[in-house]
């Protein structure tokens, strides 16, 4: 059993800073990509920003400069520093990954955590 456990949300002021982060435990054997998504009231899920195994990252056009993602391989764990933060970053923000839990599997499972609230309001 697989789980992506988020921390951090929670409310800030227009120009503060949050710092998420998203924890892989359990049976695992590979995690690849790594990736925080975010859904507002009324509005589709969107990617925000991903990190590759090896490090390379990339993001929304909204985010970029202002947000930085990075990851610890050894701790299994990805984060998301978010600077600067402004009324519309409010939203659920979401971990998510395709990991391998043994060597038969051909293709990795895309799992998901729970969700973290982010509130920007002044």
């Given at each position: 059993q697989v789980q992506l456990v988020e921390s951090g949300g929670g409310l800030v002021q227009p120009g503060g800073s949050l710092r998420l982060?998203?924890?892989?435990?359990?049976?695992?054997?590979?995690?690849?990509?790594?990736?925080?998504?975010?859904?507002?009231?009324?509005?589709?899920?969107?990617?925000?920003?991903?990190?590759?195994?090896g490090g390379n990252t990339s993001y929304a056009a909204s985010v970029k400069g202002r947000f930085t993602i990075s990851r610890d391989n050894a701790k299994n764990t990805v984060y998301l520093q978010m600077n600067s933060?402004?009324?519309?970053?409010?939203?659920?923000?979401?971990?998510n990954a395709p990991i391998t839990t043994s060597q038969s599997m051909l293709v990795p499972l895309n799992y998901w955590g729970q969700g973290t609230q982010v509130t920007v309001s002044s």
């Open positions: 982060s998203c924890a892989a435990s359990g049976s695992i054997l590979r995690i690849y990509a790594m990736a925080w998504y975010r859904q507002a009231p009324g509005k589709q899920r969107e990617l925000v920003a991903a990190i590759s195994s933060l402004k009324l519309e970053d409010t939203a659920v923000y979401y971990c």
